[in-house]
């Protein structure tokens, strides 16, 4: 790569149309976890105003115990990339919706991730259901309130809901909906089956 | 490979990453993936490359998360960089809506309202 003029700062930020509003307040989160594969960036970019763009965390300390990492010995930080995009809701609310792995060894991304977030999408391929069980169990335990969608891939199996619920272990209350995550409407109608879940419980809450 | 014990950065990064922040230390727990930052100030030629792409970029409030994804560097990094940023009032940092363990309903209803719209 040429650069013109070394000294000079680097070139990096978001596109013209990228740029939110000067007096956006507040920003508010929400997670997509699920194995690889299933999605997660597919829907992320599919609700996205902005092309999706991707974060990373190093993990040093914090992997320690939990990523077995056996593939990298002796290296002591390993790079973890995280994608994301924006729905600015209104002029005063920006929402971010981040995409993170489900495997075991990514859980040291949770804590940043996690904390704060109104709530999770737990994205489901039906032919590799078993990556969702301990997402479903580490989501209660942490108790984030989460919606399954399952992504509709064509030649994945289709099992009605209340095998899936059965099999995942899911409380009859958790919302399980379908969706076809290339589809920004069916992606936003999964969205919002968890925003009027949460609501739900807020009223439970407050009854 | 001219070293033996070369250090195990990642081969990626060319700078290590304690360089790119001047060598401070993360106090920089403040910072959500979703704080969003707003310049305060313009960048001055005295600053390094990376705290004055900080100061142009947010002329228009970021994420911590799209300043880290357009610098391409870690989101820890960021953080220490704009501690620094915040803390000569360069920036400001604007925390995220505070979310309980149920989120407020005015707030849902607002989410609710500009998912339909998309």
Not at chain 1, 11 to 29: F, N
Not at chain 1, 112 to 125: T, Y
Not at chain 2, 14 to 40: E, H, N, Q, W
């Amino acid at each position: 790569m040429d650069y013109a003029n070394s000294d000079a700062p680097p070139k990096a930020g978001p596109r013209d149309p990228d740029l939110l509003l000067p007096h956006s307040a507040r920003g508010v989160k929400v997670v997509v976890v699920g194995g690889f594969g299933v999605g997660k960036t597919t829907m992320v970019g599919a609700v996205s105003e902005i092309p999706p763009l991707t974060t990373e965390e190093t993990m040093t300390q914090a992997g320690v115990g939990i990523d077995h990492n056996p593939g990298a010995a002796g290296k002591n930080t390993t790079t973890v990339a995280m994608d994301f995009g924006r729905i600015s809701i209104n002029e005063e609310l920006v929402l971010y919706l981040f995409g993170t792995p489900g495997q075991e060894r990514f859980w040291f991304l949770w804590n940043g991730i996690f904390e704060g977030a109104l709530g999770a999408v737990v994205l489901v391929d039906t032919r590799r259901i078993e990556v969702c069980f301990e997402v479903v169990t580490r989501l209660e335990d942490r108790r984030v309130p989460f919606v399954v969608a399952v992504n509709a891939f064509p030649e994945a199996p289709h099992y009605p809901v209340p095998e899936l619920r059965t099999a995942l272990a899911l409380s009859d209350s958790v919302p399980i909906v379908t969706c076809d995550a290339r589809d920004r409407a069916s992606c936003r109608d999964a969205l919002l089956e968890l925003m009027v879940y949460l609501c739900t419980l807020a009223a439970q809450e407050s009854a | 490979m001219t070293s033996e014990n070369q250090d195990p950065w990642d081969e990626a990064q060319p700078v290590p990453l304690y360089v790119i922040t001047g060598g401070a230390d993360s106090s920089a727990k403040s910072f959500d993936l979703v704080t969003l930052i707003a310049s305060r100030s313009e960048p001055e030629p005295s600053m390094s490359p990376e705290p004055a792409a900080i100061l142009s970029m947010c002329q228009y409030p970021l994420s911590v998360a799209e300043v880290s994804a357009y610098l391409t560097l870690p989101f820890s990094v960021v953080t220490v960089l704009l501690s620094q940023l915040v803390a000569d009032e360069h920036v400001e940092a604007i925390a995220p809506v505070p979310v309980a363990a149920y989120p407020d309903r005015g707030l849902l209803e607002a989410v609710i309202h500009g998912l339909r719209k998309l």
